[in-house]
């Protein structure tokens, strides 16, 4: 019988460190970012604060905003329509439109064969304010979507965070009301916590977890935690350039929505909203996101969403941060010959310095996947 350290050397030299000890940030460092779709042909139009979630090896692409004529400020068309790929982005398909009322910065998740989305808002035209939605729909195969609830509880709200854990569907954070910046009266922002089994039925966790209260942030689940990271409780701030965004770059997690723990008050990542973090190879990756006076240009990697190292300052192949997108949506594939991958759809790409007709053609109808070299 062999010992214990021979056998686990054996182990090792079988399957490979990263196999037995987790896979480590060099790993994805080594990973390349191809464009899988670029819009050309005229799918789905380019957009921002959509969602994507993928059920049964599909992905469905759903909602979001595209600006409008830039002789309307801040006009858009916000969308209400589902498109199917079963090739992983490559091509896609129209399968349903109008099935609920169109929306942008929603959630959508994925649970129990059903796909799920959940609030957002949608964009008032000529100048009228928005609605912010606390209604729930969910759909087995992005066609025929039933109505789980008109309210859910929640307050309407737009940049929210939801994530499936432990079997039910948690919903927190997010915003209601439009910012100043884009000539609102201003937002009111959450930092309550609600889950629920089914998307009809909803109970409160908390009305204040102790983070501060904040839309556009990332949220995953990881190794039995709910992890929120970043996000925003404004746009804007004066005088540039020597104010401090109202962004965070702060971690938290938790084990039932209740307690939150303060992973650190400051990640090594800039202070930023509308980013992604996805887990992918047992790290957390973070990337893209808003930036006041440029976009960030890095990648950034974590085990524990304690200590940080950055592996690129390239995503999307970037050349300038004017290539960095936010609002866009992210999805991580584990699994396959090579290992995960991340795929990126759309995104926003407008800035508050650029005059309508400029900011009019930022935002993107891309589909990106982050995977092993030649993967």
Not at 129 to 149: A, C, I, L
Not at 270 to 279: A, E, I, L, T
Not at 325 to 330: G, I, L, W
Request: charged letters at 25%; a negative charge.
């Amino acid at each position: 019988m062999k010992s214990l350290p021979l056998l686990l050397l054996s182990v090792v030299f079988l399957l490979g460190p990263s196999m037995v000890m987790g896979a480590s940030s060099q790993d994805v460092a080594a990973y390349e970012w191809t464009k899988v779709f670029d819009g050309q042909d005229a799918y789905w139009a380019r957009r921002a604060g959509l969602q994507v979630v993928e059920l049964r090896n599909t992905f469905y692409l759903m909602g979001g905003r595209t600006p409008l004529d830039p002789s309307i400020p801040f006009a858009s068309i916000i969308w209400a329509d589902v498109w199917r790929s079963e090739d992983r982005g490559v091509s896609w398909e129209l399968i349903a439109d109008q099935q609920w009322p169109a929306r942008a910065y929603f959630q959508a998740v994925s649970k129990g064969g059903h796909m799920y989305v959940l609030g957002g808002q949608d964009f008032g035209l000529f100048g009228s304010p928005s609605n912010f939605f606390s209604d729930v729909w969910r759909s087995k195969d992005g066609v025929d979507w039933e109505q789980m609830t008109a309210d859910a509880g929640w307050a309407g709200r737009a940049g929210l965070s939801a994530v499936v854990f432990k079997g039910e569907i948690y919903v927190f954070g997010g915003s209601q009301g439009d910012d100043i910046a884009t000539g609102g009266p201003g937002r009111t922002f959450f930092n309550d916590v609600w889950k629920s089994p089914d998307g009809r039925t909803w109970e409160m966790v908390t009305d204040a977890a102790p983070w501060e209260p904040r839309a556009g942030a990332s949220a995953l689940v990881k190794d039995g935690h709910i992890y929120l990271l970043g996000g925003e409780d404004g746009f804007v701030c004066e005088p540039l350039p020597f104010c401090d965004p109202p962004y965070f770059n702060d971690v938290w997690r938790s084990r039932d929505g209740y307690v939150w723990e303060l992973v650190t008050p400051f990640a090594e990542w800039s202070k930023r909203p509308g980013h992604q973090c996805q887990v992918l190879i047992n790290n957390i990756v973070c990337f893209g996101g808003f930036g006041l006076l440029e976009n960030p240009m890095d990648v950034w990697v974590s085990r524990d969403g304690y200590d940080w190292e950055q592996v690129s300052d390239s995503p999307w192949n970037a050349e300038t941060s004017d290539d960095i997108k936010y609002d866009f949506d992210a999805l991580a594939v584990e699994g396959g010959k090579g290992g995960g991958r991340i795929y990126t759809f759309g995104g926003d790409r407008e800035r508050f310095d650029l005059p309508p007709e400029v900011n009019f053609f930022r935002v993107d109808d891309e589909v990106w996947r982050f995977a092993p070299p030649g993967r």
